[in-house]
């Protein structure tokens, strides 16, 4: 027997009352679970949205970086046509187009002993520092004479490329 039907036999309540009680717990409690559900549904709710503004906080950082990675590819690209063109230019103002000759020129490109046939007069403008040999890259032709001024340029641009240029000879 519960406190319900003990408090009817007792007469201190009528069973309509015991009926209306039971009836006004069993109201509360539905009206308490769905408090508690609305509580869990607004927590859950809660942390989606503060999820959401994480990742957007994420995204937004690493937009950034790439942005950032991206500036910084363009900047290097740049560079690189930049000294492609000086590069381009040392070697198309500078170059002495009739080198070639009947004079052994020999010298040392790395730890390679090289020969190169020249002119004397051109001979002469590699000794005095007038003149300088570079690399060309092409296994056809790998080395070219530039003269002395453009050859400095090289050297700045691409100082990989320059073979020998010695320093200018002074007023005799």
């Known amino acids: 027997m519960d406190l319900k039907d003990q ?3 007792a007469g201190l309540v009528s069973a309509k009352q015991a009926r209306q009680t039971a009836h006004q717990e069993r109201v509360e409690r539905k009206q308490d679970r769905g408090a508690d559900a609305k509580r869990e549904a607004q927590a859950r709710a809660e942390e989606v949205l503060r999820q ?3 990742q957007r906080v994420r995204d937004q950082a690493l937009n950034r970086e790439r942005l950032a990675q ?3 590819g363009e900047r290097e690209a740049q560079a690189g046509q930049r000294r492609q063109a000086q590069i381009e230019s040392a070697l198309r103002d500078g170059r002495i187009e009739s080198w070639s000759g009947l004079r052994s020129y020999y010298f040392q490109d790395g730890t390679r002993l090289e ?3 020249v002119s004397d007069e051109v001979a002469r403008m590699l ?3 007038k003149a300088a040999i570079v690399r060309t890259f092409d296994p056809r ?3 070219t004479v530039l003269q002395a001024g453009p050859a400095q340029r090289l050297r700045e641009a ?3 490329r320059i073979v ?3 320093a200018a000879a002074g007023p005799a």
């Open 52 to 54: 959401k503004e994480e």
């Open 7 to 9: 408090l009817v036999k």
């Open 141 to 143: 032709a790998p080395y």
């Open 164 to 166: 020998t240029l010695h």
């Open 115 to 117: 020969l190169l046939q």
């Open 70 to 72: 991206q500036a910084e």
């Open 158 to 160: 691409a100082p990989e």
């Open 127 to 129: 000794q005095d520092g």
